[in-house]
Structure formats: structure tokens, C-alpha cells
């Protein structure tokens, strides 16, 4: 069956300058419809797309059958329940809400209209050598997983940047720092991979250690799982050249991603095998796999087709958004855990983090708007 899905934008900011291109080159897909609360950047969109200032106007009378919703996060969630109440396909961008008591009312709307289609742009989980992490790790090529520990520092940024719009790096507009901005990838690749969530998160964080915001900008936490692994999680954006780096040890080895390089130190027997032999320092011998060398590769437009393949086809969705919640749990119980200094048990209390969220929001700078 041939079809073109007829799409429409809302937010045409810095990232939707990709995706444009992106709806360019994909297939079965026009843009036919764009949204911007600033009329001037309305002339972003291809010459016969309609234009909106108003989001709602754009649902009820842009023609579209989905949406890519591309603007700040806190509208995240109410603009993806109005275009699911209208039936339209949303794909939204990370993160998938600010918090994750949003989240859940978004996936109950979401459960409720199962005829329209939900996606989250985390295009990294299409990167090769991601894909091939989790390939492993969930055919038991590692073992039982006792470690895991991401050194995520590749994520700079210039004060210049967070001047860049009022919304950012504010507690009002964005809804925190480098944990819903910069890290929902990482995070939802964590739970992604390893196929697990922690149970308990305990962590330390700074606000405005590196710049002049009021949100956290460098964050480092220990990660404690039901089976009794063990995971470390440190992320900065004040930190160059920048590090990103995660290991995850099991019972047949280490499976290592150091800047897209991944490598597999197998070990020829299991972990408990070598703890129970009876020399004092038994010789280990590993295979040792250079398994891939790959990129940076933010395939933003891979994603985007999939979605509408999905839509069309009905092909498995590579990030459904309802899965938004699992990385932002993380995120959240994180956030709560390294300015509080407090340790944060999972599943997270959704009210606990929401008087948390109310109380940092009371002392926002940003008067950015913030509908939810
Ligand atoms: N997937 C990724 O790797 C990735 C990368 C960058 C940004 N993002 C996400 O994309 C989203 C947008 O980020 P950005 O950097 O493009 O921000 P931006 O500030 O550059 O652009 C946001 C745009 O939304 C518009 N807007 C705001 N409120 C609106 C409303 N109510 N109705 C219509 N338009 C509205 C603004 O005028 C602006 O043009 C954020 O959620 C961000 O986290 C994702």
C-alpha cells in the first residue's frame, strides 16, 4: 500500500531545522502544515505548508494526520493529548515530559486512543553500536549484568548557548538542567540496553557549577539494581574534551562503548566459575572483539521514517512514546536524589517529585511560559 502521511510541525526552532530536512528527504510524508508562536519563522516551512500561530488552530484545521511536536518541554504533554484527542499520530521530541506524573497522564490518553500512533524522538537508539549493546546483553552474551557505568561528559555548552532562548536552563521553561535536556538519551538507553531499572538512586549535583543558570549542570549518581548490580551515572556540560564512555560487566565479561567504539572482553569462563576455582590468582584468558567503530550518528531522520513507516505499515516502532516514562523516571529520581542529597527509592513517588518540581519552580528566573 502506497500513502503519504500528511504531517505537521509545531515549534520551529533550532531543532526542527533538522527535522525539516528530514521530512524532505524521507519517504510517504509531506509536511503540509507548520506552528510557530513567532509568525517570523513561519517562512522556515516548505512554500505550500500551511501556517499557524496557534496550535490549536493547527489541529482543528491544518489537514494533518500527525504531528511532530519540537518546542519547549513542559508543552510536551498537553499539546500530545490534544492531537491523540483529535486522532492525530504524534511524535514527539525527548524529553517526553517534565515529570513523570505528566508522563503517565500522557500514556493513559495515549491507552485510551490506541488507534493513533505515539513516538519519541530517540533517534540514538538507531546508532549501530547501541543497537548492538542491547542485541548482546539481551541475546545473554554477558551474563547476568553486575555493573554498569557511563561517564557521559561529551554534552558542553557554552553560556552563549543557554542565553539562546529564555526557556532555557530554567526551572519554569525547561524544567530543570542536564538531566531533561541533555540526558534523556542516555538515560533511556541505560534502561534500554540493560533491560533494568534501578531500585534505589543516590547521587550528588551542583546548580550553575560551570555557568551562571539555576539548574543543575553537573550531576553524579550510583545506581543500585533489584539483582544487586551496581551502576554509576556522571554527566557535566562544563567538561571539555568530554567523555563518553559506558561499561557494562556480566558474569562472561565487559562490554565497553568508549566514543563509539565498541569493544567485548569475553571472558572464556563465567565469573562465579573463576571466583570458585581453587588456585589463588587464576589465570583469566578473554577473547578480546573489536566489535564495532562507530559515530556520533543522531539519526533523527531514521527515526522520522520509522515513525511513518509505522503509521503506514504498521512496522515495529523502534521508540514507542509511552517508553518516554522508564528514562525519565530515572531522570526525575536522579534529579531529586543530587539536589537533595537525598537517596531516592524506584518505582518514584510521582507527588514527591512534583512538590520538588513546584518549590524549584517558585524561585524560577524565567518567566518563559509553562502550561503544565
Ligand atoms: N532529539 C534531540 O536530540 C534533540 C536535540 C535538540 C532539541 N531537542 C528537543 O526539541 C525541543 C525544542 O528544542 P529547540 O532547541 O528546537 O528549542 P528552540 O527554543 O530553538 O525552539 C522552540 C520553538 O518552539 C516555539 N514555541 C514555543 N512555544 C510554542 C507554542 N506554544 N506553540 C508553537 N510554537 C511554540 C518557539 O517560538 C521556538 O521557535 C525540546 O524539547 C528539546 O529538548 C531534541
Not at 157 to 163: A, G, S
Request: proline fraction near 4%.
Amino acid at each position: 500500500m502506497s500513502k503519504t502521511l500528511r504531517f505537521g510541525i509545531v515549534g520551529l526552532g533550532a531543532i526542527a531545522q533538522i527535522h525539516l530536512k528530514s521530512f524532505a528527504a524521507c519517504r510517504n510524508v509531506e509536511l503540509v502544515a507548520g506552528c510557530d508562536i513567532d509568525a517570523s519563522r513561519l517562512d522556515r516551512l516548505p512554500a505550500n505548508a500551511k501556517r499557524f500561530t496557534d496550535y490549536s488552530e493547527m489541529i482543528r484545521r491544518g489537514g494533518i494526520e500527525a504531528v511532530l511536536i519540537a518546542v519547549p518541554h513542559y508543552d510536551h504533554v498537553p499539546m500530545s493529548i490534544e492531537a491523540m484527542k483529535a486522532g492525530i499520530h504524534v511524535l514527539c521530541e525527548k524529553p517526553i515530559a517534565v515529570s513523570i506524573s505528566a508522563a503517565h497522564q500522557v500514556n493513559e490518553v495515549a491507552a485510551a486512543h490506541r488507534q493513533v500512533k505515539f513516538g519519541i524522538m530517540f533517534q540514538r537508539r538507531l546508532n549501530p553500536v547501541f543497537a548492538k549493546m542491547r542485541q548482546l546483553v539481551r541475546d545473554g552474551e554477558l551474563g547476568a549484568i553486575s555493573r554498569v557505568s557511563w561517564v557521559s561528559t561529551d554534552w558542553f555548552r557554552t553560556t552563549h548557548y543557554y542565553k539562546s532562548g529564555g526557556w532555557r536552563a530554567t526551572w519554569n521553561g525547561e524544567g530543570g538542567g542536564l538531566l531533561i535536556n541533555q540526558c534523556p538519551h542516555d538515560l533511556d538507553l541505560l534502561q534500554w540496553i540493560t533491560g533494568m531499572m534501578p531500585s534505589r538512586i543516590t547521587a550528588v549535583g551542583f546548580i550553575g557549577k560551570t555557568h551562571p543558570i539555576e539548574v543543575e549542570d553537573e550531576v553524579s549518581a550510583i545506581l543500585e539494581y533489584p539483582n544487586g548490580a551496581i551502576g554509576h551515572f556522571h554527566a557535566t556540560t562544563g567538561e571539555t574534551p568530554g567523555t563518553n564512555r559506558l561499561e557494562i560487566v556480566g558474569e562472561r565479561g565487559r562490554l565497553v562503548m568508549d566514543a563509539y567504539q565498541l569493544h567485548f572482553s569475553r571472558t572464556t569462563k563465567n565469573a562465579s566459575q573463576l571466583r570458585d576455582a581453587t588456585e589463588l590468582f587464576p589465570a583469566i584468558e578473554t577473547w578480546e572483539i573489536d566489535l564495532l567503530a562507530g559515530q556520533a550518528l543522531d539519526d533523527r531522520q531514521g527515526l522520522m521514517q520509522n515513525f511513518i513507516d509505522h503509521v503506514i505499515e504498521d512496522v515495529p516502532l523502534v521508540a514507542p512514546g509511552i517508553e518516554g516514562v522508564h528514562g525519565l523516571e530515572i531522570g526525575n529520581a536522579m534529579a531529586l536524589a543530587a539536589l537533595t542529597r537525598q537517596p531516592m527509592d524506584l518505582p518514584l513517588d510521582a507527588q514527591t517529585y512534583d512538590r520538588f518540581l513546584i518549590k524549584m519552580r517558585q524561585n524560577s528566573t524565567s518567566n518563559a511560559m509553562a502550561s503544565a
